[in-house]
């Protein structure tokens, strides 16, 4: 489903050049889990965000579902991302003036689904959250982990194949933590890739997979019972 191949990332900013992405190679396969963990500053993020194409990278080759994403331009790489990614960003980043139906229903709009649908969809999320009948409410009257509920919402709309999740039990208890964990590992079983960056070593140790990024690149991994697919 991924591949990314000798990928580098530089940031320039005015006095510094910073290199996020060390030639990093990875193979993700469809229907897999993957917890991503690492030092802060490591690079998670930047691959997250590079992998979800929401950013350029400075060199290297990424090809997504056989598409080399570096031969797209911009309305092509946006039609792949709305096709295909889904999101859980760290701190939920909801909409505060709407509710959790408007919330939920964003990317749908994007992609330029019916309303009719897009009622659908939402309701069946906020059910799967365990946040039916919500749906009027807005973020600000809503707990930590039922935010982190809507953010996760918001992405299963879409129906993504591949969902990209950054530290998406960051903000949580941990009980709310296993019962959101809990949640993507259904997703993952009804058909859904998931990368997963996380620091709760706990949750990584119950997805199949677990890669290590340091410096810029992926140092280590480790496979656990049952887990196929090594890179
Ligand atoms: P992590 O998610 O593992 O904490 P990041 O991917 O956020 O790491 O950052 C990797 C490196 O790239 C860090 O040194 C960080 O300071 C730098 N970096 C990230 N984003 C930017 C940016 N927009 N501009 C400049 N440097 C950045
Ligand atoms: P939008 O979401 O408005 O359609 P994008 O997020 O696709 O726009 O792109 C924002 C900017 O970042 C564009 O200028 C685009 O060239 C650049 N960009 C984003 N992702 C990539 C990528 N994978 N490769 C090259 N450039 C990218």
Not at 1 to 10: A, G, N, P, R, Y
Not at 63 to 89: A, E, H, P, T, Y
Not at 99 to 104: D, K, R, T, V
């Amino acid at each position: 489903m991924l591949h990314m191949q000798d990928i580098s990332k530089m940031y320039q900013t005015e006095m510094v050049q910073t290199q996020a992405l060390r030639e990093f190679n990875l193979t993700v396969n469809e229907g897999e889990f993957i917890a991503v963990t690492g030092p802060s500053g490591s690079g998670k993020t930047t691959f997250l965000n590079i992998a979800g194409l929401l950013e350029p990278y400075s060199a290297g080759q990424y090809m997504l579902d056989g598409v080399d994403v570096g031969k797209l331009n911009d309305n092509q790489r946006s039609d792949l991302r709305n096709q295909k990614i889904g999101f859980i960003f760290q701190g939920f980043n909801l909409i505060p003036d709407l509710n959790l139906f408007e919330n939920i229903e964003v990317p749908l709009r994007y992609r330029g689904i019916k309303a009719k649908e897009r009622k659908r969809r939402v309701e069946q999320c906020l059910e799967q959250v365990g946040l039916a009948g919500r749906a009027k409410h807005l973020p600000q009257q809503l707990s930590g982990g039922q935010q982190q509920r809507v953010a996760i919402a918001r992405a299963l709309a879409g129906e993504p194949r591949f969902l990209l999740a950054d530290e998406p039990t960051g903000n949580l208890d941990s009980l709310m933590a296993r019962q959101v964990m809990t949640l993507l590992e259904e997703l993952n079983r009804a058909g859904t890739t998931i990368v997963m960056v996380t620091h709760d070593a706990e949750l990584a140790r119950r997805t199949p997979r677990n890669i290590q990024i340091v410096d810029g690149q992926v140092a280590d991994f480790t496979l656990y019972q049952g887990a196929q697919n090594p890179r």
